[in-house]
């Protein structure tokens, strides 16, 4: 901007060109919700129009996915244009284009339903990859189409939670690490790298991880309803497009082009 700033100002000019400012203005105008306000999810719902030729908004649905994501773009945004498409009249259908290894268990239910309940057509698009939370939300599709790509994968169907013991490298570091809590604080942060964990606690982290994996398994049966045909694929396993077509994880291969034709279609 200062290439820009400086020389109009030097040359007794308006600093911002009238053309950048109508432009700006535009979007902002367009930029509203129902009820009139300036809508952060509108303005992206616009970009997702255009790129899926203005009737179908084309969602990406990339990197490791959060509540929050990186610079905004995590599940609860998401789910804020997802819902914003539902009662936008110019929205035909959309597309949740997927490229992730997937992520958090936190919000991925929020996703995948708004998926669920999108009153019009909805594609899902195996951008490349989609994993784990990724396919726990785009299960949720009418149906998914995957890149025709002999590098594509969809799967990780499973949850996972990763304890690092760090007492033996802390020990041979000549370090010695104490733990301090308030006397009513008696279970805070009991799962750390240099506390061993009781049984209970090693019982505690399994419930939790068994039950988060039977709502991931019931989603993606809810969403897949009909075409799934082996259990397998809640071991874990990724899948190519051969596979994935056979076990009912995706319904055809195409490109993006296809799946937004296809969202017109349904």
Same mark, same amino acid.
């Given at each position: 901007?200062?290439?820009?700033?400086?020389?109009?100002?030097?040359?007794?000019? !308006?600093?911002?060109?009238?053309?950048?400012?109508? &432009?700006?203005?535009?979007?902002?105008?367009? +930029?509203?919700? #129902? =009820?009139?306000?300036?809508?952060?999810?509108?303005?992206?719902?616009? !970009?997702?129009?255009?790129? @899926?030729?203005?009737?179908?908004?084309?969602?990406?649905? *990339?990197?490791?996915?959060?509540?929050?994501?990186?610079?905004?773009?995590?599940?609860?945004? %998401?789910?804020?244009?997802?819902?914003?498409?539902?009662?936008?009249?110019?929205?035909?259908?959309?597309?949740? #284009? @997927?490229?992730?290894?997937?992520?958090?268990?936190?919000?991925? *239910?929020?996703?995948? =339903?708004?998926?669920k309940k999108f009153p019009k057509p909805?594609?899902?698009?195996?951008?490349?990859?989609? +994993?784990?939370?990724?396919?726990?939300?785009?299960?949720?599709?009418?149906q998914i189409v995957m890149e025709n790509?002999?590098?594509?994968?969809?799967?990780?169907?499973?949850?996972?939670?990763?304890?690092? !013991?760090?007492t033996a490298a802390l020990e041979k570091?000549?370090? $010695?690490?104490?733990?301090?809590?308030?006397? !009513?604080?008696?279970? #805070?942060?009991?799962?750390?790298?240099?506390?061993?964990?009781?049984?209970?606690?090693?019982?505690?982290?399994?419930?939790?991880?068994?039950?988060?994996?039977?709502?991931? $398994? @019931?989603?993606?049966?809810?969403?897949? &309803?009909?075409?799934?045909?082996? *259990?397998?694929?809640?071991? @874990?396993?990724?899948?190519? $497009?051969? $596979?994935?077509?056979?076990?009912?994880?995706? =319904?055809?291969?195409?490109? /993006?082009?296809?799946?937004?034709? %296809?969202?017109?279609? /349904?």
């Amino acid at each position: 901007m200062e290439g820009i700033i400086l020389p109009r100002l030097a040359a007794g000019f !308006d600093p911002i060109p009238p053309h950048f400012k109508a &432009a700006h203005i535009d979007a902002g105008i367009s +930029a509203r919700d #129902k =009820d009139g306000n300036w809508s952060r999810a509108r303005a992206y719902l616009d !970009d997702y129009l255009r790129i @899926g030729g203005g009737d179908v908004a084309v969602i990406p649905l *990339e990197g490791t996915m959060s509540r929050y994501g990186y610079c905004g773009m995590g599940n609860e945004f %998401l789910t804020d244009v997802i819902n914003e498409a539902a009662t936008e009249p110019a929205v035909k259908a959309i597309v949740i #284009k @997927g490229n992730t290894p997937g992520g958090t268990v936190d919000s991925v *239910e929020m996703l995948a =339903d708004a998926i669920k309940k999108f009153p019009k057509p909805s594609v899902g698009y195996v951008n490349g990859m989609v +994993a784990s939370a990724g396919v726990f939300a785009m299960s949720q599709a009418d149906q998914i189409v995957m890149e025709n790509s002999i590098s594509s994968e969809i799967g990780s169907i499973g949850v996972l939670m990763v304890h690092i !013991d760090q007492t033996a490298a802390l020990e041979k570091a000549g370090l $010695k690490v104490t733990i301090f809590r308030a006397s !009513d604080s008696v279970d #805070k942060a009991r799962i750390n790298g240099v506390e061993k964990l009781s049984d209970d606690l090693v019982d505690e982290i399994q419930l939790s991880l068994d039950q988060a994996m039977t709502t991931f $398994k @019931g989603y993606v049966k809810r969403g897949r &309803a009909g075409k799934l045909t082996s *259990e397998e694929i809640f071991t @874990g396993k990724m899948y190519g $497009k051969a $596979k994935a077509q056979s076990h009912g994880l995706v =319904d055809r291969t195409g490109s /993006l082009a296809d799946a937004i034709k %296809l969202a017109r279609k /349904l």
